[in-house]
């Protein structure tokens, strides 16, 4: 079997979580065509999951719509705090979509959505959520606006204490094991989780994921004692394959791994503003830049000369399975 590389990009606006930065710059997705090209030499088609404020912006539509030219995707990417309609819980702060009420949701997510068709000419089918922000209603409401495949899951994962206006962050633990290397249904929409696996003693398999699902996320004194004594053994750390995340050899192994476990799918993710310096907290400098596409070109060389992953666009992963 075939495993598809799929590159998803959060396109957003400068900055975006930096509380005193409400005034909106877009040098990061006006900056994108060094990185379009960087992909361009690799073989690698990208997945732009856009912003509405982005999709707002003609000079960023104007490089985007090459990128779309030449073999990208354009997908929708929900920041629901710079989307209309506005309310006061916007000011000020990053609240999740479920923070808000039904009709006020469904409303930004088709306001998003219609900014990205208008500036594309195409409807988006690809999405993922602002600060990974998914529950059952938004799966219903973006299946009711024609998308067909979403990638908001981080399995392992808990963002309950990053906080949105009142409410936690979600917990995607229970996501570790079971399906994360695969493409799953999710009502009527495809998940694509982003890739997440386990290196280790312990190995990458179930026994590893399941000792990360329930010992490395708990609070509890115990357990980050046991977290501790695992990562520093080198019995088991939990991978998030993601450029800047962990050492590019970690980077490496990981999306190695997981072409021995059978994914059918490694999905990469990173923020535009993450591929230009100053205008998003991991990337400071030219330096991290540098970083960033080292860690790009490592994980995508090293996945080709396995000889059995081809990279694709969101969509196009799915519809090759």
Known sequence: MNISLVLTIDTEPDNQWSRGARELTFANTRGLRR???????????????TSYTVARDPESVRVLREAAGGGDEIGGHLHAWETPPLTAADEGAHPYIYEYDADVRLAKLRTMTAAVEDAFGVHPVSYRAGRWGLDEIEVRNLA?????????VVPGHDFGPSRGLSRPGPDF????????????????????PVSVTTLGGLGSGRLGAVLARTVFSRPDTAARAVTKMMRTSGLCRMIW????RHSRSDLVRAALSLVRQGASVIN??????????????????????GRLYGDFEAII?????????????LSEALTAR
Do not use: K, N
């Open 173 to 192: 633990r229970r996501r570790l094991d079971g399906t994360p290397t695969h493409p799953y249904r999710l009502g009527e929409l495809w998940e694509v």
């Open 268 to 289: 990469i993710m990173t923020h535009s503003s993450e591929c230009y310096p100053g205008t998003g907290p991991a990337t400071r400098s030219e330096d991290d830049v």
């Open 241 to 244: 394959v993601r450029p800047l």
């Open 301 to 313: 060389t090293a996945l080709r000369a396995t000889g059995q992953v081809t990279p694709r666009t």
């Open 35 to 49: 990185f379009i090209d960087f992909l361009r030499r690799l073989g690698a088609p990208a997945t732009y999951l």
């Open 144 to 152: 009711e606006l024609g998308y067909r495949f979403d990638t908001s």
